[in-house]
């Protein structure tokens, strides 16, 4: 009885899955709907003009795990009727899957990270991958281990201390992490729809 109910509830995390071609360049993304939001279950891949990035310009980690943008480009990079999520918006998604010592697990792929992949089963079929980043010294590191996603809120944009929100998933965590991190570097970028 006990395994029946997980397994309802397990399954239930992502009530639709889809499509959305993107008209700027016909890329087609997979989609998922999460409790109320529906998200793209791709990294963005959309080639914008400045503050992009294939992870150590290396176009063949594109097709894997998008490009890597600046926050200044991630807030308009998103196609009509998607938006860069607010750091709310990612928390409403990781409480709906349980908060965040459990929503990495359910977030990230069974496969492309680094062994040993822990607690993840992509049942909410976000389809997580770990893009790895890019620092403002030009430098990448991470692909495999870690991935990063900016959100669209500000922590601090006063003296020397430029820097916004983002959430990050490592290979050996289940949980999800939220920091904030200088707007010059490189991090993946989720949609979501309006």
Known sequence: M???????????????????????????????????????AENLAYKASTGCWAYKDDQNNVTTYGYLYNWET?????????????????????????????????????????SPNTGADNSSNFMALPGGQRYNSESFYDIGYLGYWWSAS??????????????YLSYDKASVGRYFYKKLFGYSVRCLKD
Not at 80 to 109: M, Q, R, V
Request: hydrophobic share 40%.
């Open 154 to 167: 500000e922590f601090n944009s006063v003296g020397d201390v430029v820097s916004t929100w983002a959430r």
């Open 74 to 114: 991630a807030k308009n990079v998103c196609p009509s009727s998607w938006h860069l999520p607010s750091d709310a918006e990612w928390t409403t998604l990781t409480d709906f899957l349980g908060g965040i010592l459990l929503a990495g697990g359910k977030l990230k792929s069974t496969k492309g990270w680094k």
């Open 2 to 40: 006990t395994i029946a109910i997980l397994i309802i509830a397990m399954s239930s995390l992502a009530q639709e899955t889809g499509t959305f071609t993107d008209p700027r360049d016909g890329k087609t993304y997979k989609t998922v709907k999460i409790g109320t939001q529906t998200w793209m």
